[in-house]
């Protein structure tokens, strides 16, 4: 089988046919591994960067809640304290009405007892003046001894009373 | 025994085979088909082992290695729209189990064949001018390794050196370490067990970095030879 032995340098078809293994191997191995792998390694790059990117826009997320949980959260504060003031107006405005009717009604009931003294004054005054007239007409007639005519001496008493009370 | 005569008894040649009087090595095509077999096979084991989820540890690994020279190829052709990541793993992946296939008992490494490496370093070449053309033009690209006297001749020196320089380096460091392994080992047992490991362990990191050096080397020509300066326009 053995023809011939080539030495160290010697160059034959063997350089040919290598490259050509060589090649034909290169395809192969492209075929069989590297491609493959090449994708697979695409392919988990892609489905982390898209990991890190959901995750990534789920802090984003997560941050935006915080911030309407937190501008909600103000909102209600601002809407509580809008109530408070609003009700303590009220209540201010309701005491001043009810303070303001109380004392309406205290003066009413005041100037009402007035009036119903002032009339009971008036009516005493009257009887006082009806009696006194009397017991000077009785008095008068028993000093002089004899009646005066009854009208004229009503009227001279009543003038001699308001002269007594001008000069009172 | 002198290690003249040792040398001699150890055979660094090729035995070759005519098929319709064109030749070949037998050992290297026989080594690389091994080398080929063992990276389809790793391929085949890891596809079925592929998870679009949590990966296994076999993945985990893969992907971090795929990882590293994915993003070193593309860092170093940044901004060029050249798509050379399948070549450079595959070229990487080849060349580390080729390195290391000699190191087990009876096989040889196919980069311990001087064919191997030339025909690698000329397709490294032959990129490395495509995509300079590609990049710059016909004109532009004879603009660039011409007309740039008196320099000229040693840009093309300089170009066709990578040639010999990517295939010399990496054969000369595989062919040395397994032909010092294998003096090692003509050794009595005693006295070849500490060195033949030793030696092992050396030649593994050798065939990790040359196997490195000569990928990284191959992009790095081609991001060279593609880089477009205010200079040559």
């Not at chain 1, 350089?15 to 395809?27: E, K, P, R």
Request: with cysteine; hydrophobic share 50%; aromatic share 8%.
């Amino acid at each position: 089988m053995i023809l011939l032995d080539a030495g160290l340098l010697t160059i034959n078809a063997t350089l040919v046919a290598q490259l050509v293994i060589f090649l034909v191997m290169v395809a192969v191995l492209w075929r069989l591994a590297w491609g493959p792998l090449t994708s697979r390694l695409a392919a988990r790059q892609a489905r982390i960067k898209e990991g890190l990117e959901a995750a990534e826009q789920a802090r984003r997320d997560r941050e935006k809640a915080e911030q309407e949980y937190r501008a909600r959260l103000e909102e209600a504060a601002r809407e509580a304290r809008a109530m408070v003031d609003q009700a303590t107006k009220m209540g201010e405005t309701l005491r001043q009405e009810l303070q303001q009717k109380a004392k309406q009604q205290a003066d009413q009931i005041v100037a009402q007892a007035r009036g119903e003294i002032d009339s009971e004054r008036q009516k005493a005054v009257q009887e006082l003046r009806a009696q006194v007239a009397d017991l000077a007409v009785q008095a008068a007639a028993r000093i002089i001894g004899e009646n005066l005519d009854a009208r004229k001496h009503q009227q001279l008493i009543e003038k001699t009373i308001e002269e007594a009370e001008l000069r009172a | 025994m002198s290690l003249l005569t040792a040398w001699l008894q150890i055979d660094v040649t090729h035995p070759t085979t005519a098929v319709a009087g064109i030749e070949f090595n037998v050992d290297t095509i026989r080594n690389t088909l091994i080398v080929c077999a063992l990276l389809i096979a790793f391929a085949a084991i890891l596809r079925s082992q592929l998870h679009p989820g949590v990966p296994g540890p076999l993945q985990n690994a893969t992907e971090a290695l795929f990882e590293y020279l994915r993003d070193l190829t593309e860092s170093t052709l940044e901004g060029r729209g050249i798509a050379l990541v399948p070549l450079a793993i595959s070229l990487f992946a080849f060349l580390l189990i080729a390195n290391l296939l000699g190191l087990l008992p009876g096989l040889r490494s196919p980069t311990n064949d001087w064919n191997t490496t030339l025909g690698l370093a000329l397709m490294s070449f032959t990129l490395v001018q495509f995509y300079g053309i590609k990049k710059r033009g016909l004109g532009g690209y004879f603009k660039h390794l011409l007309l740039q006297p008196p320099f000229f001749p040693l840009t093309v020196i300089d170009e066709l050196a990578k040639i010999v320089t990517l295939s010399f380096r990496l054969y000369f460091n595989i062919f040395v370490g397994e032909l010092l392994l294998a003096l090692i080992l003509l050794l009595p047992l005693w006295g070849s067990l500490v060195p033949g490991a030793f030696w092992m362990a050396i030649s593994v990191f050798i065939g990790l970095v040359q196997a490195f050096i000569f990928t990284v080397l191959t992009v790095s020509y081609i991001a060279v030879a593609t880089q477009v300066d205010e200079s040559h326009g």
